[in-house]
């Protein structure tokens, strides 16, 4: 049982957008930031949103991320074949103090 | 850019001590903390703990009495040591940099531990 919360899967056709949510609490996302990583199975996770809805160098802008109280979501526009794949969204726990992980949800384009 | 590898035995015995040590390239641990992730097959990600070079810590609540993180500057190395492990410990485990306002920015490539007899 994961502290954060997210659908386990979630599909799109190319060209389509698509949302993933991820739900908290008071002490996770209510009062930190959100970050959102990428997986491609049989390779290590990559940093695809931070603090809420900021993209590191190198990640198209078809990727954002929102946060609203105690959930976020991350939004794909212009789904492409290469963007299935695992995501993931984190945030700090103020108590206990710690980085938790939502279950992750698998994007599969249809 | 800073790259991180794992190192460490592949297979480990049931009630024996899972080490890992995680060398950084290309840059200096003496800022950022340092944390483990692992990962059992199929499944999702979890949190182990990091570390900062002084040697601060925080662990997963979950995981708290059997962990044991350990950095050595000079080196410009990590490590994770997980005590009385089952097979539930099976799993990837990654290490990554762990920024203040930039959580996981850099990962190992991660490394299988099968813990069996």
């Known amino acids: 049982q994961s502290v954060l919360t997210q659908p386990p899967s979630a599909s799109g056709t190319p060209g389509q957008r698509v949302t993933i949510s991820c739900s908290g609490s008071s002490s996770t996302i209510g009062n930190n930031y959100v970050y959102w990583y990428q997986q491609i199975p049989g390779t290590a996770p990559k940093l695809l949103i931070l603090r809420n809805n900021q993209r590191p160098s190198g990640v198209p802008d078809r990727f954002s991320g929102s946060k609203s109280g105690t959930s976020a979501s991350l939004a794909i526009s212009g789904l492409r074949s290469e963007d299935e794949a695992d995501y993931y969204c984190?945030?700090?726990?103020?108590?206990?103090?710690?980085?938790?992980f939502g279950g992750g949800t698998k994007l599969t384009v249809l | 850019q800073v790259q991180l590898q794992e190192s460490g035995p592949r297979l480990v015995k049931p009630s024996e001590t899972l080490s890992l040590t995680c060398t950084a390239s290309?840059?200096?641990?003496?800022?950022?903390?340092w944390s483990w992730i692992r990962q059992p097959a199929g499944k999702g990600l979890e949190w182990i703990g990091r570390l900062s070079s002084t040697g601060t810590t925080n662990y997963n609540p979950s995981l708290k009495s059997r962990v044991t993180m350990s950095v050595d500057t000079s080196k410009n190395q990590f490590s994770l040591n997980l005590n009385s492990v089952t097979a539930a410990d099976t799993a990837v485990y990654y290490c990554?940099?762990?920024?203040?306002?930039?959580?996981?920015?850099?990962w190992g490539q991660g490394t299988m531990v099968t813990v069996s007899s």
């Open positions: 990554a940099r762990d920024g203040v306002l930039s959580a996981f920015d850099i």
């Open positions: 984190a945030s700090w726990d103020d108590s206990p103090s710690g980085w938790v």
């Open positions: 290309g840059g200096s641990i003496s800022t950022y903390f």
